[in-house]
């Protein structure tokens, strides 16, 4: 017995299958007609899309703001040190020690209180400056001997 694959007579007179043809019909074109939920729907979508662009776009602007913020912080922290360290140090080179011997490697003394001069002005608007040490001395010996002359004359 053959294999039932191998038999072709089995397959000759059979009609084929055949399929309909379709056909153009020449007529009405029909609109493309787009139900109120196909509406509803690219606008849901519209508006959603808007809704995550916008959070997108202010979570950027809030991120760069945190960054800035965080950068003029760290400079204001510089800035505090800065400020800190150069008051330490304008405190230490003001301290009355050290001006007292910065003014006695210049040869600067304290002040004596016969160096205070008090002037007080009643009538006059000019100030004279007082004599040396010298020219004093000769005014005193001179007054002092007017002062004689006139308590001696009669």
Not at 16 to 21: A, C, G, T
Not at 45 to 61: E, H, I, K, P
Not at 96 to 119: F, P, R
Request: aromatic share 6%.
């Amino acid at each position: 017995m053959a294999q039932a694959a191998y038999e072709l007579e089995r397959f000759a007179d059979r009609p084929l299958d055949v399929k309909p043809r379709m056909r153009a019909v020449q007529g009405k074109k029909q609109a493309m007609k787009i139900s109120a939920q196909a509406y509803k729907t690219v606008a849901v979508s519209c508006v959603m899309v808007m809704l995550t662009v916008g959070l997108l776009q202010s979570q950027a602007t809030l991120t760069q703001l945190t960054s800035q913020i965080q950068k003029t912080n760290q400079q204001l922290v510089n800035a505090q040190s800065d400020y800190n360290y150069l008051s330490g140090v304008l405190d230490s080179k003001t301290n009355l020690k050290n001006v007292e011997q910065i003014a006695a490697q210049l040869g600067l003394m304290k002040l004596d209180k016969s160096q205070i001069t008090y002037v007080i002005l009643e009538n006059e608007s000019t100030i004279q400056r007082p004599e040396s040490g010298w020219q004093r001395i000769l005014d005193l010996l001179n007054n002092g001997f007017l002062r004689l002359m006139d308590h001696l004359d009669p």
